[in-house]
């Protein structure tokens, strides 16, 4: 397998690296989603953003020529496809390297730079706020906010892999995209403030699981049919936690994050309407919040290996 050459990229100067993100007043850059289907002449095969632009974006787009402009947002990308190299300049500094399953490559905040990829690509984005990577860093006690690093082809298996399955996760149904994805970029920012930042923040270690009583109160949340209900803002407001403490502490009571046991609950919810009603598989999957039927019966072959009509056939 071929091997990652770097020049000039991650020993940057903060100077340099300072002077790079000031290209663009910070109220005149475009979010990460704009810039990108700007430079990459196409639209993404699957994305899930909210109002800030905050989201994940999978794009399968041609070989690139082009420079990517200052944008609002921190851009963390998973390469899943052939291996090829590449090269990124900025200004005088020059990383040449390769793309391959198992590297990522992160665009700071307010970095500009041009890029070379001769052959068509196929990525996973995360597209992350300055503020939520301030948020994580104080809710996770990991000492003071340094700037992220800028990293071409870097290897990061850990965060590489989280990215690529991100896409695959994205279901069509609001609350459970939107809750996913928070987690998502509550967990990379974690994992780039340790990883990919200028100093070496130290998260705090897990504080226990939820008091009984609270742990109820959040379950009976993500039972609701309100999605304003099973938001983690809230959850994690009803549970007197940051987000941050709120996922670790549900995770060690119930041995699932708050996203798969809500994916799970919905799921049990679908079984009991497929097999309990003669409600059509629309129906079904319009009651429960998923945006097609196609969208629903896609979540349900991933979690069952078979199709809503067949496994309702099959339960009946």
């Not at 020993?11 to 810039?35: K, L, Y």
């Not at 709120?246 to 809500?262: E, I, Q």
Request: aromatic share 4%; hydrophobic share 40%.
């Amino acid at each position: 397998m071929s091997r990652v050459s770097l020049r000039e990229s991650s020993s940057e100067t903060p100077a340099v690296s300072q002077a790079r993100r000031d290209v663009a007043p910070a109220g005149d850059r475009p979010a990460a989603d704009v810039e990108m289907a700007r430079v990459l002449g196409t639209v993404p095969f699957r994305m899930a953003l909210d109002a800030s632009g905050a989201g994940i974006a999978h794009w399968k787009h041609d070989p690139l020529h082009d420079v990517v402009e200052p944008m609002s947002h921190h851009v963390v990308m998973a390469y899943n496809g052939s291996v090829q190299r590449m090269e990124r300049r900025s200004g005088r500094s020059v990383a040449i390297g390769t793309f391959r399953p198992g590297v990522v490559i992160i665009i700071p905040e307010g970095s500009s730079s041009r890029w070379d990829i001769p052959k068509p690509v196929d990525v996973v984005q995360l597209y992350l706020p300055q503020t939520t990577l301030k948020r994580v860093a104080d809710e996770a006690e990991a000492g003071p906010l340094a700037d992220l690093l800028e990293r071409t082809a870097h290897p990061d298996p850990v965060t590489s892999r989280l990215l690529l399955s991100a896409a695959d996760v994205l279901e069509g149904n609001e609350a459970l995209d939107t809750m996913f994805r928070q987690q998502l970029m509550d967990l990379l920012a974690t994992r780039l403030l340790a990883a990919h930042s200028g100093s070496s923040n130290m998260v705090a270690p897990a504080r226990g699981g939820l008091a009984p009583r609270t742990l109820l109160r959040a379950i009976e949340r993500l039972r609701s049919d309100s999605d304003d209900d099973v938001s983690l803002a809230a959850l994690a407001a009803e549970a007197g936690l940051s987000r941050f403490h709120f996922c670790r502490a549900f995770k060690d009571s119930t041995g699932l994050s708050p996203h798969a046991w809500l994916r799970q609950h919905r799921l049990e919810q679908a079984m009991n309407m497929l097999r309990d009603t003669d409600a059509s598989v629309v129906s079904v999957a319009a009651t429960l919040g998923y945006s097609s039927q196609t969208a629903f019966a896609a979540a349900f072959r991933k979690l069952t290996g078979e199709s809503p009509s067949d496994w309702r056939r099959r339960a009946r």
